[in-house]
């Protein structure tokens, strides 16, 4: 019979985790994401966090998205500006142009006439950037123009979409299980 389950404490988890100083020298799972205009602070700090505990290869903001440093973000994000790999991109196209330059393709996170589930995304698929939009408009014209495919999270109720960063988490750990074993750049490699 199994022990009885209780709670880590503090000094365990933080045993478990990587320093500030190892997670920026650590290999990080070959998956990008992009925030395209997203308006909620909370949300990118969520965003962050999240970012940090998948340990994904970098993120990308563009556009009216608010980025570090600010206040808001800190509160959500508790320390992962500091310890995930991002950029700032005013123009959409600049994104574009620079994860092109990389060979990555653009994956949009929303409902189109050709999304398939998140599921299905195979191995073979990346390198990938995936797109997540604004709140309430979603993937702005520009970054659907763009993109090589589309994928999107199955809603089975009344409502059609889920809070940005509920969406980022989901998808992105998926991605993260899917792409764990294919040797793609790393972030490092499109920053230089």
Not at 2 to 18: F, N, W
């Amino acid at each position: 019979m199994s022990p009885p389950l209780r709670k880590l404490t503090h000094r365990e988890l933080v045993s478990r985790r990587l320093s500030e100083e190892q997670i920026h020298h650590a290999p990080r799972y070959p998956v990008y994401a992009l925030l395209d205009n997203v308006r909620s602070m909370y949300n990118v700090g969520s965003v962050f966090r999240t970012s940090d505990g998948a340990r994904r290869a970098g993120l990308l903001v563009s556009g009216s998205t608010p980025h570090p440093p600010r206040k808001e973000i800190s509160k959500t994000a508790l320390g992962a500006t500091e310890t995930v790999p991002w950029m700032y991109y005013r123009e959409p196209r600049a994104a574009i142009e620079h994860l092109r330059e990389q060979r990555i393709r653009l994956c949009v996170v929303e409902h189109t006439n050709g999304s398939r589930s998140y599921t299905e995304v195979k191995p073979h698929d990346f390198p990938l950037c995936f797109i997540f939009g604004n709140e309430l408009t979603g993937v702005s014209p520009a970054f659907l123009d763009a993109a090589d495919m589309a994928i999107e999270i199955p809603m089975f109720g009344t409502k059609q979409s889920l809070n940005v960063a509920v969406a980022y988490g989901i998808v992105i750990f998926e991605m993260v299980r899917i792409a764990s074993s294919a040797p793609l750049p790393l972030f490092e490699d499109i920053v230089g």
